[in-house]
């Protein structure tokens, strides 16, 4: 089974510039998560999507951030325009639900380096 | 609320010593408990969890963790750690009906001496 895509690997920008991340998660989840995990910190969640609803998106900074996914797989995450503090890794997640409790299975992670 | 307290960003224990992760939760209800892994420029991985039932919970690796309720703590434990056990492990506490919503820890950097 193919596990949770994402793409680019590795982002260099200029801060103001804008950046777009993507993810596929592993066919057949329903529910997609976006994190941001700051160095040395853990993943924080950004948005949740269940099929191509937003079920939480109460952690988005939403005057810079904006999510997708448009036909209930793939989705993109965009910033724009990016901050210094934006510098983080961008982790995307896809789950399924085992008895009551889901399982969360995460992608490489995109790494975002503002300048 | 829920949250996580892990205790120590970074435990270094020598090859083939006993490996201890700390972890407090804080939960208004009985709480759903993880422990994931990610090593170096990967996402993360599940380790173990906890939901209900038998308290001492086995996981990936050689890894487990057992919940004691009394002293609100979920801490991993493998009797003998290997070098590839170096990675950064991070405890988290689910709140939602199904507990999809994971609140996570800060992270323990494991480094393992040879």
């Known amino acids: 089974e193919a596990g949770v895509a994402q793409s680019p690997r590795y982002k260099i920008i200029e801060k103001r510039q804008s950046v777009a991340f993507w993810c596929n998660p592993i066919?057949?989840?329903?529910?997609l998560y976006w994190y941001q995990q700051i160095l040395g910190q853990g993943p924080k969640l950004l948005i949740q999507?269940?099929?191509?609803?937003?079920?939480?998106d109460s952690q988005l900074p939403k005057d810079r951030f904006s999510a997708e996914r448009l036909k209930g797989v793939d989705s993109t995450l965009k910033i724009q325009p990016a901050k210094l503090e934006d510098s983080a890794v961008y982790l995307c997640?896809?789950?399924?639900?085992?008895?009551?409790?889901?399982?969360?299975?995460f992608g490489p992670g995109t790494r975002l380096l503002v300048l | 609320a829920q949250s996580v307290t892990q205790l120590g960003s970074h435990v270094s224990v020598s090859e083939g010593a006993l490996v201890l992760l700390r972890c407090n939760y804080s939960?208004?209800?009985?709480?759903?408990l993880f422990w994931y892994v990610q090593y170096p420029n990967q996402g993360l991985q599940l380790l173990l969890k906890?939901?209900?039932?038998?308290?001492l919970v086995k996981g990936i690796n050689g890894f487990e963790a057992e919940f004691k309720k009394s002293e609100t703590s979920f801490h991993l434990t493998k009797p003998s750690a290997h070098m590839s056990d170096a990675a950064e492990y991070f405890c988290?506490?689910?709140?939602?009906?199904?507990?999809?919503?994971?609140?996570f820890g800060s992270g323990t950097r494991l480094s393992i001496r040879p």
């Open positions: 997640a896809s789950s399924l639900v085992s008895g009551t409790v889901e399982t969360q299975y």
């Open positions: 066919s057949g989840h329903a529910t």
């Open positions: 999507f269940q099929n191509n609803g937003v079920v939480d």
């Open positions: 939960s208004s209800v009985p709480p759903y």
């Open positions: 906890y939901t209900t039932g038998a308290t």
């Open positions: 988290a506490v689910a709140r939602g009906s199904s507990a999809s919503k994971i609140i």
